[in-house]
């Protein structure tokens, strides 16, 4: 399963660290990966560069220039999980609706079509943006066949 970045930061060596959508704080030292991608080891001969890095956009990876950079989900597979941050209710139903839908093995495309929620407001639940109605959590829920129930803790 993806999971979208929502921070970074530049620590000692190369080594960074992720902060993703489900709340794990994951830590990944780039120097694993200098004997497949050589031109990765600028990152180590230029600190200033390492540390100039930042997520890209959508939060699918860490970007220095042109030619370097890293993808989140390698750091989410291949990385080590040090910490945990609480995230947010929409956070928490977009990973949970990604992971119901993905474990069907549907696109959000096909989920799209048997819920009748357009594609683009699934992607951004699935991001935990926006501020999706429970009717429309319920329907796309609803079109994995499964119910939403309410808990207090």
Known sequence: MFMNALKVRF?????????FQDG????YNMARLFSKYPQLEELRRNRKLFLSGHLDVGGYGVIWNDELDIDATSVYEC???VG????TIN????????????????????????SHVDQGDISKIEKGLGNPTIAKISKLFK????SI???LL
């Open 24 to 27: 794990k704080v994951i830590r």
């Open 84 to 87: 945990h941050e609480d995230t």
């Open 149 to 151: 129930s309410l808990t």
């Open 91 to 114: 956070q928490q139903i977009g990973v949970l609706l990604a992971t119901t839908r993905e474990g069907q093995g549907l696109t959000q495309v096909e989920l799209s079509k048997l």
């Open 79 to 81: 990385g080590e999980v």
């Open 11 to 19: 620590l000692e060596d190369v080594t960074l660290e992720l902060t």
């Open 143 to 146: 079109a994995l066949g499964k």
